[in-house]
T-cell receptor
Framework: DTGVSQDPRHKITKRGQNVTFRCDPISEHNRLYWYRQTLGQGPEFLTYFQNEAQLEKSRLLSDRFSAERPKGSFSTLEIQRTEQGDSAMYLC??????????FGPGTRLTVT | AQSVTQLDSHVSVSEGTPVLLRCNYSSSYSPSLFWYVQHPNKGLQLLLKYTSAATLVKGINGFEAEFKKSETSFHLTKPSAHMSDAAEYFCVVSLGYIPTFGRGTSLIVHP
């Protein structure tokens, strides 16, 4: 296992379309996190899973954002009815309990 | 509640000179503190972490940071900068499982 992977690396979509991003964590990590990073800012926490349970989702930016981790392995982040303000880098990270997070390379979303 | 302030948006040094990246935090309880580095087009990488053990923490690539509770600071230092250190650096405070990232400090290294 070479680390956290994310797919796609880049996504260009038109305003109003739905997009879905995938994250595959390090295999033995039971915690998975999603972040958004905009230009010139640090990553902003969005949501967090422990195994398949989503333990924190109040930081999701709006009800257009949702995330799943159906079998406690990979996770998806969906944005419905995209807006230009959703353009950003979306980062995924995984960890063991009480341990540092390992980040994936990110998915760069551009909404035109 | 927790917050983190990186005091400099940009730091410029010459190769071979010391590096100081400043970070102040605010937290209701004793937090965990981290420094991450982000090179262009690469993922975030952990440099070092403080989790209430030794106050001087050594990390990778010659970096270290000192936790000073009285000053609520966690500054990152390196004795001698290398060209490959040019990157974005993030200070992170975490209480529980929700980390808060600073806005980042861009380290520029001149030859």
């Amino acid at each position: 296992d070479t680390g956290v992977s994310q797919d796609p690396r880049h996504k260009i979509t038109k305003r109003g379309q739905n997009v879905t991003f995938r994250c595959d964590p390090i295999s033995e990590h039971n915690r998975l996190y999603w972040y958004r990073q905009t230009l010139g800012q640090g990553p902003e926490f969005l949501t967090y899973f422990q195994n398949e349970a989503q333990l924190e989702k109040s930081r999701l930016l709006s009800d257009r954002f949702s995330a799943e981790r159906p079998k406690g392995s990979f996770s998806t982040l969906e944005i419905q009815r995209t807006e230009q303000g959703d353009s950003a880098m979306y980062l995924c990270a995984s960890s063991l309990p009480v341990d540092e997070q390992y980040f994936g390379p990110g998915t760069r979303l551009t909404v035109t | 509640a927790q917050s983190v302030t990186q005091l400099d948006s940009h730091v410029s040094v010459s190769e071979g000179t010391p590096v100081l990246l400043r970070c102040n935090y605010s937290s209701s309880y004793s937090p965990s503190l981290f420094w991450y580095v982000q090179h262009p087009n690469k993922g975030l990488q952990l440099l070092l972490k403080y989790t209430s053990a030794a106050t001087l923490v050594k990390g990778i690539n010659g970096f270290e940071a000192e936790f000073k509770k009285s000053e609520t600071s966690f500054h990152l230092t390196k004795p001698s900068a290398h060209m490959s250190d040019a990157a974005e650096y993030f200070c992170v405070v975490s209480l529980g499982y929700i980390p808060t990232f600073g806005r980042g400090t861009s380290l520029i290294v001149h030859p």
